[in-house]
């Protein structure tokens, strides 16, 4: 059993910055698929950016250039660095992970992650 663990959201000012961490206990397998995912009350899960195992990394369009996503795997965490804030970013943060076989890349499918933590909240107001 994964535990994860996110920490790092708050409230911020538009355009500020917040880094967002994701400390995973549990881990015995790999490869692996991280990813980062935010929701809204009443609205679907939405992907941010995801990390292979080998550290290859994808981000969702709406989100490209404003977000990185990064492990440090001696410290089994993950980090989601959040730059140029918007308003519209509000929401609870959500790092998730799961096993994959080797053939296969890691997606955007919320359903396709076994593993997920309790959420962080992050707020974008002046």
């Known amino acids: 059993q994964v535990h994860l663990e996110e920490s790092g959201g708050g409230s911020v000012q538009p355009g500020g910055s917040l880094r967002l961490s994701c400390v995973a206990s549990?881990?015995?397998?790999?490869?692996?698929?991280i990813g980062w995912f935010r929701q809204v009350p009443g609205k679907e899960r939405e992907a941010v950016a995801r990390?292979?195992?080998?550290?290859?990394?994808t981000y969702a369009p709406s989100l490209k250039g404003r977000v990185t996503i990064s492990k440090e795997n001696a410290k089994n965490t993950a980090y989601l660095q959040m730059d140029s804030l918007r308003p519209e970013d509000t929401a609870t943060y959500y790092c998730?992970?799961?096993?994959?076989?080797?053939?296969?890349?890691?997606?955007?499918?919320?359903?396709?992650?076994?593993?997920w933590g309790q959420g962080t909240q992050v707020t974008v107001s002046s």
């Open positions: 998730a992970d799961t096993w994959k076989p080797t053939y296969a890349r890691c997606t955007f499918l919320p359903s396709d992650y076994r593993n």
């Open positions: 549990g881990r015995t397998y790999s490869p692996y698929c």
């Open positions: 990390i292979d195992s080998d550290g290859s990394t």
